[in-house]
């Protein structure tokens, strides 16, 4: 995790996501590269992504600012999805696996604002998360094994959104995706 600032209690399997949530910190259910899905079966490929576990319905949030490129519906791998650009940085965040999206293309958006709801879709395989990936060239998402063009989101991220920080703007710093309770963004 960047600057070892942030918390988050790591790998656990699905069923202990709920609980895990509970205690107020992320729930990283498939790093980058991983060779463990999000139900903690092994993947035949590595993971282009990192994927946080959460609550149906849970409300998904930008991990940086940017614009909303594209809506993605991708039914087989990401689902519904949302890609924002961060034009500065010549980066894009694809947030997968949604049960709704609260954004349309060409919308601004800022950190910690609600871009969509955390769901099962695509191939989620009945596993509530959202799938974070960074990318290099503005894509829908990367299928397991693509790693070309995606970067590990967790070297860039500083944790929890906290609305009372003021964050880097000479290069591209993600907070996590989906809430977390107030405190558990402190080690």
């Given at each position: 995790?960047?600057?070892?600032?942030?918390?988050?209690?790591?790998l656990l399997s699905a069923?202990?996501?709920?609980?895990?949530?509970?205690?107020?910190?992320p729930?990283?259910?498939?790093?980058?590269?991983?060779?463990?899905?999000?139900?903690?079966?092994?993947?035949?490929?590595?993971?282009?992504?990192?994927?946080?576990?959460?609550?149906?319905?849970?409300p998904?949030?930008?991990?940086?600012?940017g614009?909303?490129?594209?809506?993605?519906?991708?039914?087989?791998?990401?689902?519904l999805?949302?890609?924002?650009?961060?034009?500065?940085?010549?980066?894009?965040?694809?947030?997968?696996?949604?049960?709704?999206?609260?954004?349309?293309?060409?919308?601004?958006?800022?950190?910690?604002?609600?871009?969509?709801?955390?769901?099962?879709?695509?191939?989620?395989?009945?596993?509530?998360?959202v799938?974070?990936?960074?990318c290099?060239?503005?894509?829908?998402?990367?299928?397991?094994?693509?790693?070309?063009?995606?970067?590990?989101?967790?070297k860039?991220?500083?944790?929890?959104?906290?609305?009372?920080?003021?964050?880097?703007?000479?290069?591209?710093?993600?907070?996590?995706?989906?809430?977390?309770?107030h405190?558990?963004?402190?080690?």
């Open positions: 995790m960047g600057a070892g600032h942030g918390s988050f209690l790591g069923p202990f996501a709920a609980v895990a949530q509970n205690l107020g910190a729930i990283i259910l498939s790093p980058y590269r991983s060779l463990h899905g999000a139900d903690n079966r092994p993947r035949r490929l590595p993971h282009a992504g990192v994927d946080f576990g959460g609550q149906v319905g849970a998904v949030l930008a991990a940086a600012d614009t909303v490129s594209r809506i993605i519906e991708w039914p087989m791998s990401c689902g999805g949302v890609l924002l650009e961060h034009r500065r940085f010549k980066r894009w965040t694809a947030y997968c696996h949604l049960q709704g999206i609260t954004v349309r293309p060409g919308q601004r958006v800022s950190r910690g604002e609600q871009i969509g709801m955390v769901g099962a879709s695509g191939g989620a395989f009945y596993i509530p998360h799938h974070l990936e960074v290099t060239f503005a894509g829908i998402s990367h299928a397991d094994g693509d790693l070309s063009g995606t970067e590990d989101p967790l860039i991220a500083e944790g929890c959104f906290d609305d009372t920080r003021a964050y880097p703007t000479d290069r591209l710093v993600l907070t996590f995706p989906v809430a977390c309770l405190g558990a963004s402190e080690r």
